[in-house]
Every structure is written in C-alpha cells, then in structure tokens.
C-alpha cells in the first residue's frame, strides 16, 4: 500500500536558520503530494501541494519538488521564524477517493 | 464556506459510556474521512466515505467503533462502550474526488475518557 516516511524530530532550530525536513513516499500509480502543517491546539492546514513530476509547490517561503525519480517531496524554507514553530506533515493522496496517507509528522521549534 | 465543523470540541467521558462525534462536511465534497491522533500512533485513517457509502473502514480499531454518515452534510463517529485508550484527538476531513484537490480538515474533537 502508500506510505509515507518523514524524519523524525523535534527539529530544533535558530530564527533565520535553514530548514529542511526530508520525505519520500511509496505509491502505486501517480500520487499528488502534500505538505500539511499543525499549530498547536488546531487542525491540520494545507501549507503546499504538487499534483505531479517536477513541480515545485510553494507558500509563506516554504518550498518543495516532486521529485520522481527519488520519490521524494522534501520541505525547505530560507530562514525560519518563531511563528513556523508547528508539526509538518507530508502526504500523498492516489486514486479516486481522494484518500490521503500521512507521514508521522515532524515538529519544528524556532527558537529566538 | 466555514470550512469542516466538528462537534464538541472537548469531551471528557466516562469508562463505558457511549460517545458521538459530529462532522459537518464542506458543502460539494464528497469524500469524508475520519483521522484519529495520538503521539504513540501519529494520524491514523479509520473511515472514509465516498457519496455517503463507507469505502474502507479497515482502519476502524474495534467493533466498538462504528460511523455513519446518513447524508452529504453530516456524519457520526461513535464509540461504545468506550475505554481510556481512545482518548485522542479525532479528525473530521471532506475533500472532492477526483479534482486533485486537498482534504481540508476540522478543528479536531479532543477525547478524554477516564
């Protein structure tokens, strides 16, 4: 069946640090991929997509390639800030129903 | 749209007790799923819908959960009788098949059964 494998953490970072927070997936078929992000206390909110090979998904100075041939989506952001501080999911959903399989999630916390 | 409404937000139950979970899906999807989310097991999918009929409940953990969902605005999650070990955070997500769209969640229902 899909998964998906993220690293763990916590990551714990600087402001203005580089981040990287690394997933690949396994899929039967052409999944759409997903970065998915959870502040405290509240749901899960889409931060970026890419429905195929190649694209680059971006939002709030978060980036990230479908990457095919490594399958991988891996997230990255220039310099980090407290307010990224949160736990991000990388997901995929494959076929119809639009089903989405997560990874285990990684928290990030920014430090001053 | 106000976006996937769940109901309550908190519940705190006793051992044994029957629980129910409420979903509002965004009006127009017609897929719902319900997560469960603990920091032992991270998300984990137990139902999903598809125009109202249950595709894939495999991830159900016992008999003592059942879901429902009677028509396209609504859908329950019911446990009975209820243990400690539910005690978790239950997410409602409604997303529309096939459009490559993403699942857009609810705000979550925290569950304490003592």
């Known amino acids: 069946g899909d998964s998906v494998t993220q690293m763990e953490g916590p990551v714990t970072l600087s402001e203005e640090a580089f981040l990287t927070i690394n997933c690949t997936y396994t899929?039967?078929?052409?999944?759409?991929l997903f970065w998915y992000v959870q502040y405290p206390g509240e749901g899960l909110q889409l931060l970026l997509k890419?429905?195929?090979?190649?694209d680059k998904g971006s939002n709030k100075g978060f980036e990230a390639t479908y990457r095919k041939e490594t399958t991988s989506f891996h997230l990255e952001k220039g310099s980090v800030q407290v307010s990224d501080s949160a736990v991000y999911f990388c997901?995929?959903?494959?076929?119809?129903?639009?089903?989405?399989?997560f990874g285990i999630g990684t928290k990030l916390q920014v430090i001053p | 749209d106000a976006g996937v409404i769940q109901s309550p937000r908190h519940e705190v139950t006793e051992m044994g007790q029957e629980v129910t979970l409420r979903c509002k899906p965004i009006?127009?999807?017609?897929?719902l799923f319900w997560y469960r989310q603990t920091m032992m097991r991270g998300l984990e999918l137990l139902i999903y819908?598809?125009?109202?009929?249950?595709?894939?409940d495999s991830g159900m953990p016992e008999d003592r959960f059942s879901a429902k969902m009677p028509n396209a605005s609504f859908s329950t999650l019911k446990i009975q009788p209820s243990e400690p070990r539910d005690s978790a955070v239950y997410f409602c997500?409604?997303?529309?098949?096939?459009?490559?769209?993403?699942?857009?969640f609810g705000q979550g229902t925290r569950l304490t059964v003592v």
């Open positions: 997500a409604s997303s529309l098949q096939g459009g490559n769209t993403e699942a857009f």
């Open positions: 890419a429905t195929k090979a190649d």
């Open positions: 819908f598809n125009n109202n009929v249950p595709i894939d």
């Open positions: 009006s127009g999807h017609n897929s």
């Open positions: 997901a995929l959903t494959d076929g119809g129903y639009q089903k989405v399989t």
């Open positions: 899929a039967t078929g052409y999944p759409s």
